[in-house]
């Protein structure tokens, strides 16, 4: 949902005449979910007269049609406070409607009504329209729905069952009166979730599993793609049909070629576009009307070319959402399913990696070629393959939605560029990564250029961080290169997750061993003192001179089968939890016999993970791949790649063992008040603003927030009265939210005891600062506990990210801090917590005494319902939050608004 800024909100929500929302259908349709408008009176009329006396009888409890024109006049009528009304479009016509209209007597309950086509009945066009019109709803105060169904309404009865929210129901006059709740709840997200995934997955599996292919652009000429991509798709076994498209409908490649779409004897699945940018728009028309699930530009010329090609995007991206077809690209290099069965390579890469269980996106179609071209000379398989161009539909949102339900793809990889919808990507990476891993390279680490920010908390959320605390939270994988990339997924797709981080390395000589002991202990892994059972059996195998603590050394004079027995020694305790192998060749072709032995250890404990390190050995031996060409164990030829890959494992076998979160649910929040200061404070200060002390902490208390005593004084004599009031010792420091450092401004003045101190430090702080119309605030001297420090950041690409850090004036200095995105559940507040350095400080250190960290714990979770709430809130600093075994207390607080529309990132849409 979206909004323009001049709009006045109502009761903190939106006006409805800017929703255009385009959705997937249960079975792949594409439909448009849009505001009604007063010229639709028509096309309402039409939907009426389309469906049956039942239907009718359904929505007004007659038989009788006389009530369509008076309602079509009352949904047609001009928006207000009181009422919504959206529409579904397919195809340029309405096929169904939902509405609400609040009560006289209580405008947070609204009475709610659906009408769906009969022919469009089944596709889940109602429950699109539920979960959008609540969304709405709730932006605009709305907490209840309230539904009249009659029994005999089965499809509607089933919808209200089935949609994810709590519900009373209770028969009255033969009428079942439903009142549902708007409680957004994670059931009802995982609920939304679900029936987005299967949308998404069953929208792209005629696209990724095609049995027909047609590419249009490929023509006699071997340079040019769509050619290169045709011979490609021949030329890697294609088991289903395929046609060319070309202006001369000459074959092509031995395969049939057709002057137009519109001659193939045959509907494609796949559309794949190679011609020129500005034919592209007019082969997409063609396409609709052959009704193909996908189509695949590869041309390029659009968003990434300017303003022309960015409207060309445009107008090619609406003309695939009115056909029902999802786009790939444009600018992308194409597709690719490497499923034996399918066996479809139309990119224009000509090599082709072996079929295995990595499925692969690359945003960059020169980054696909190198992966694609990595990938087939170190042996990695792959399951199927995207290249998203300029991701003008089709994303990893969408991809990662269809390789959840691809049995094949046992590991999701990807490398991004940037993110279509970061938070939604959060909630599905999270979902799938509960069955499979992803990695992903994310590009752009470094900043081109530093934001100007004026807190703590938005001056240290660079983009960087917030993708490396989105990617810890939903347990993706992330690596620094392709290599890496691929070493990482190749031990998650053939070895099992490690049960925990105590490693044993085995080796024939001692100085590789040392390395792979050295890259263990710098990624977090545990070079454990092995069993006395099992040192003492090693002492009795290995020669004299061997070293049989951890890294065990056979030395380089051992025989293979010696080696065997050693590994299986060393895997057979039960404190191991991962077996490194780090060999050397030292005697000429004892490479193939050890990774047989290899091999042979790691069939018999195959619940344990073995990595080979066959130092700097070229390519894999057979002996360590099955008959189909994948690989036993994974393999690489220096030890810290081995180690990283195994240590990114055990990470995500750890992330995933942990159980599911609780979401916390506080009681005392007053959201309508928090709600109405940020409303009424934009409304006179349009462009964003500072608040002042006294605003930042009505707002701050409306959430349950706790700050010291604050009162706020004008001039020197206000000052000294506040401080008598609240009693001395006292703090003075300036009212106005904008200052930063203020310390180094020396504007704060700490344990005044007298009257006479509070004027002079009154005056001291007005020589230095102008003070407008804020002055300043007098709290009282507190003492003890750690600071802590507590923020928000509103980022324009990931929304609101919460930190939780060191207070006080070290806080830049060390600048210990763990950034977050809300919803938090409380044992993610708790990790976010202990993840700090210098979290041995609030549990106690060194003798001093605990501090009760669940206090401050309550005060993050309050701050990121605040910020989920209000993504108005720009920037917001709590420093320092005084943590001691008594509680935690704000000292300070600084808030900045600025306009932000009230977008559900959650809610079902195409991008």
Known sequence: MTASTEEQRIHGGVRSEEVHIDALLTDAGIVHIRSVRPTDASALRDMYASVSDDTIYMRFFTMSRASVEEDIAALCRPPDDRHFVLVAELGGRIIGLATYETLDWDRTRAEVAFLVEDTQRGRGVGTLLFEHLAALALQNGVKTFIAEVLPENNPMLRMLRDIGLPRKARSLEGVVHFEIPLTMDETYRAAVDRREAAANARSLARVLSPKVVAVVGAGANPQGLGHQILVNIVQ???????????????????????????DLPASPDVVIVAVPAAEVLAVARQAAQRHPAGLVVISAGFAEAGAEGAERQRELLAICRAAGMRLIGPNCMGIANIDPEISLNATFC??????????????????????????????????????AGNKADVSGNDVLCAWESDPRTRVCALYLESFGNPRKFARIARRVGKAKPIVAVKAGRTLAGIRGAASHTAAAATPDVVVDSLFAQAGVTRVDSLEDLFNVATFFDVAPLPAGRRVAIVGNSGGPGVLAADACEAAGLEVIQLGERTRTLLRSLLPEGAAVDNPVDVVASTETRVFEAALRIVAHDPEVDAVVVVFTEIRPGSIPETAKAIAKVSREYSGKPFVACLLGHPGIPDELTDGSGRLLVPVYAFPEPAVRALAAAERYARWRRRRPGTFPHFEDLDRESAAALVAATLAEHPEGTWLDTPAAVQLLTAYGITLAPTVAAKSSAEAVAAAERIGYPVVLKPAAGSFVHKTELHAVKLNLTSAEDVAAAFADIASRLDLGDTGVVVQPMLRGGVEAALGVVTDRTFGPVVMVGLGGVASDLLADRAFRLPPLTVEEADEQIRSLRTAPLLFGYRNAPPTKVEALRDMLLRLAELASALPEIAELDLNPVLVSPDGAVALDAKVRLAPAPH??????RLR
Do not use: C, K
């Open 236 to 262: 890697g076994g294609y088991r289903g049909e395929v046609f060319a498209i070309n202006r001369s409908g000459h074959r092509v490649a031995g395969v049939p070629a057709y002057a137009s779409l519109a």
């Open 350 to 387: 000509a090599t082709m990696p072996p079929p295995g269980g990595i499925s692969l996106m690359s945003q960059s179609g020169a980054v696909g070629i190198a992966a694609l071209n990595h990938a087939a000379r170190s042996g990695v398989g792959l399951a199927t393959f995207i290249s």
């Open 903 to 908: 977008d559900d990132p959650l809610v079902r």
